[in-house]
């Protein structure tokens, strides 16, 4: 070289030349220290991964990225892989395993990565490529990243074990959707983005990384997109944050709108098919992505798969194997298979004291398509309906007692699939079932604070035709009608039925009667059908009815006799201590079985009728009990009107301060609620407080939006009266007043409620107040305590009109006045007031 060129060689090329004179192996690294792509986007959601899986690879010699398809993986691996790279002596490498086939060879593959030709390895032995490749890297200080090493598990496995074996300097960041399985690997599972919460305004929304993915991919297709928040949050949840399904659906919005993509994710599979044209096959669509991991699976596992896809929010071992096994699998392997199936990052193993399996919801709609296509959706359907109805019908004895909890809180963590076993009974027509289904779930749902919901499913059952079990069918409605007594949380009981449900409830409670009349009275409801029937078609006959059941061999339905002994007592007006002995019975019973919803009812009817008589501090202590039950087992739709009455009766204490605060509980309370007759009953207590404070907009508002809740209330008398009795004191021309008046008598004589009778009578004698007529408001007054069986200190008309009458009266007048309306006819005292 230094005759032909005129320069001396380099020290390097010289030491070659004598080591290659001397026969010595010459070993030649790559000439660059990494293979890492330069990538041309942006990373986005995972900021806080890359330091703690680069910390992992650190401190081991084999690192593995697990997680399904599409989660990111690859990303996350290249991110890493590039921080370390200046701490990497002889570099980072990225092996692409998913071009190679299943039989294909992992250390050839990686040969290729690493550049290196086979006639710069020296005297490495033989021609297999795992020792030249162990030959090449002996004495390396690189990283490793073999990629998707998922359908070549076992071949990576192997080659992972012998390069980290006998080459000391190098460590391995694997990417896979199941762990390699060696000795010495640690696992990072790579989970979907986040995902913006329930309730999430704008900017947490458009924060959220799954959100900001979908936003920044598509605006790199159009510059016009706009930030429909609601509409974003719709469509980063359908995918489950999965980054590849965000960006394929991202690459859609160059041909549709924002909210045009969200409302047809539920074709996902033919709608995110715009992958980008220099992606690997799997990737350029969302069923790809999942048909590369269900491609390796084995026969079983295929039919787990896609049997657990019936269930809605996931199963147990014990229901996937009630539903999952047949045919080829035994029960006994179930277990074994979903352990599989959760290494393959197919499903979800969530903790607990028993492991739950789930799937991401793209994995499960396309396992519910192999569902269709295996011709098996009929009989899994069939199968998880009757996993669910066993579980519920097993769950709801325990449901009146003081493990009620334990078991509440294991049907709601069944709650979805219980909704989807009763739609799919419902769908299919399957009457039988469905009802079945109901009799058994119907206090669940109402003690779980589901009530609007198991009120539809209830009535969309009882609608199907077919041929039902008599008991089955009275068990139903008995508990159907029986709720919607329920309805109502405080003495006024404002909303005793649903909108229109009246005559539903009405002919439902026939049917019951006559079939328990001519059925073992097995189940508590038939038992308790009798009472429930005279109670709502001849109140004042109900009495002995619900006496009857006092010595019940189920201690709960005595319990529940007692308690509606005394309700009896209030909605008829009679003596009020009989009344509140037989609610002061029944809360020590309740409370002995460890009922909280009965505890919590029992307390509540007490306190009503201590604050009807004045004792408002006390009251509100009993309201503060009941709530804090209730929140035992998550009652929030009544915690919300015990919170509202609270509120009032704070406020008539002279204690403003507490007052705002019960609301702005009851407020926050309602926030988590659905059920329109609790918000109703907050908005009308919201109404009265404003009327109490001077403010009739805000209390013609409120009034407003309480009769909005509650729907058409030409066929509710209870709502119609309330409503007048209140407008009748926002009127300010005394003629509109008088108008409301008669419409409010006219309600409350339909509902045939004594307090509600006497609330409207105070209404009345506000009237003749107005007029000037004292004695007529004051026999009025009498009349309203005559009705309920004591005067209600709780509504502040009384005592504004006591003392007005009183003053102008005089003690003596006032007395004679009382007296005379005491023993009245109210009708003719009402008429003589109200009179054109």
């Not at 009857?548 to 009896?568: S, V």
Request: charged share 25%.
């Amino acid at each position: 070289l230094a005759d032909a060129l005129g320069a001396d060689p380099s020290p390097e090329l010289a030491d070659v030349h004598v080591a290659l004179l001397r026969g010595e192996v010459v070993r030649r690294g790559p000439r660059r220290r990494t293979n890492l792509r330069a990538e041309l986007t942006s990373f986005i959601g995972r900021d806080e991964e890359v330091p703690a899986v680069g910390a992992l690879v650190a401190g081991n010699r084999l690192t593995t990225l697990i997680g399904p398809g599409g989660s990111g993986k690859t990303r996350l691996a290249a991110e890493t892989a590039q921080t370390l790279l200046e701490d990497l002596p002889d570099g980072a490498w990225m092996i692409e395993l998913a071009a190679i086939g299943a039989d294909g060879d992992v250390a050839q593959a990686v040969l290729a990565g690493l550049g290196l030709r086979d006639g710069l390895l020296g005297d490495a032995p033989g021609d297999n490529p795992t020792e030249r490749a162990v030959a090449a890297l002996h004495e390396q200080e690189a990283l490793l990243v073999l990629d998707n090493c998922e359908h070549v598990i076992d071949a990576a496995a192997a080659f992972a074990h012998r390069v980290l074996g006998e080459c000391r300097g190098l460590r391995v960041l694997a990417t896979s959707r199941e762990p390699l399985g060696i000795t010495g690997e640690v696992l990072w599972a790579v989970a979907p983005l986040a995902l913006p919460k329930d309730g999430d305004g704008p900017e947490a929304v458009a924060a959220s990384p799954a959100v900001r993915l979908l936003r920044e991919r598509a605006g790199a297709v159009r510059q016009d997109l706009d930030g429909d928040a609601p509409a974003m949050a719709r469509v980063a949840r359908a995918l489950d944050g999965m980054p590849l399904a965000i960006e394929l659906a991202a690459a859609r919005l160059r041909g549709m709108s924002l909210r045009q993509l969200a409302d047809r994710l539920d074709d996902r599979f033919h709608l995110l098919t715009g992958g980008s044209r220099t992606a690997l096959p799997r990737h350029k669509t969302l069923r790809a992505v999942i048909d590369w991991s269900w491609d390796l699976l084995d026969d079983d596992e295929k039919l787990v798969l896609r049997r657990l896809s019936v269930f809605a929010s996931g199963a147990g071992v014990e229901a996937a194997e009630r539903v999952c096994a047949g045919g080829p699998v035994d029960p006994g392997r179930v277990l074994d298979l979903l352990t599989a199936l959760t290494e393959k990052s197919l499903l979800i193993a969530e903790d607990g004291r028993s492991p739950r399996y789930r799937m991401l919801g793209t994995i499960k709609e396309y396992a519910r398509q192999r569902l269709d296509e295996a011709g098996e959706t009929v009989l899994a359907r069939r199968a998880h309906l009757a996993h669910v109805t066993e579980l519920v019908e097993t769950a709801e004895p325990h449901l009146y007692r003081g493990e009620q909890l334990e078991w509440l809180a294991a049907l709601e963590a069944e709650h979805d699939d219980v909704t989807a076993a009763m739609r799919g009974a419902i769908g299919a027509g399957e009457a039988q079932d469905a009802m079945r289904l109901a009799a058994a779930a119907g206090w669940y749902w109402w003690l779980g604070g589901h009530k609007t919901e198991g009120n539809e499913l209830i009535k969309a059952a009882t609608a199907l035709p077919g041929e039902v079990d008599d008991a089955v069918r009275a068990v139903v409605y008995a508990r159907a009608v029986h709720a919607g007594i329920h309805n109502g949380r405080t003495v006024r009981d404002l909303a005793a039925w649903g909108p229109g449900d009246r005559e539903q409830a009405d002919e439902w409670l026939r049917h019951a009667y006559a079939i328990s009349l001519r059925v073992p009275p097995g189940h508590r409801a038939i038992r308790f059908t009798a009472a429930l029937e005279r109670l709502v078609h001849a109140p004042e006959e109900a009495a002995p009815a619900f006496e009857d059941l006092l010595g019940d061999e189920d201690p709960w339905l005595g319990a529940l006799a007692r308690l509606h002994l005394g309700r009896l007592g209030i909605v008829l007006g009679r003596d009020g201590t009989e009344a509140d002995a037989h609610l002061e019975a029944a809360l020590a019973a309740f409370r002995a079985l460890g009922d909280r919803w009965g505890t919590s009812f029992a307390l509540t009817e007490l306190a009503n009728r201590i604050a009807m008589r004045g004792e408002f501090t006390r009251a509100c202590e009993l309201y503060g009990r009941a709530v804090a039950v209730m929140a035992e087992f998550g009652a929030n739709e009544d915690a919300v009107s015990v919170r509202s009455r609270q509120a009032q009766l704070h406020f008539l204490a002279g204690d403003p301060g507490a007052a705002a605060a019960a609301m702005a509980e009851a407020e926050r309370t309602a926030e988590r609620v659905a059920w329109p007759n609790a918000l109703a009953e907050l908005a009308l207590a919201q109404a009265e407080l404003a009327r109490w404070n001077g403010d009739a907009a805000q209390a013609r508002e409120r009034l407003d939006a309480f009769a909005e809740l509650l729907g058409d209330d030409s066929r509710r008398a209870h709502v119609r009266a309330v409503r007048h009795d209140l407008l009748g004191y926002l009127a300010e021309d005394a003629a509109a007043a008088r108008g409301h008046r008669v419409a409010a008598v006219a309600a409350a004589a339909e509902a045939a409620h004594a307090p509600l009778t006497a609330q409207v009578l105070v209404g009345v004698a506000d009237q003749a107040l107005r007029a000037g007529d004292h004695a007529g408001a004051a026999r009025l007054l009498a009349a309203g305590a005559a009705v309920r069986g004591l005067q209600d200190h709780s509504l502040p008309d009384v005592s504004r009109i006591e003392a007005a009458t009183r003053t102008a009266l005089g003690d003596k007048g006032f007395a004679e006045a009382t007296a005379a309306g005491a023993s009245g006819n109210r009708e003719k005292l009402v008429a003589a007031v109200l009179a054109p």
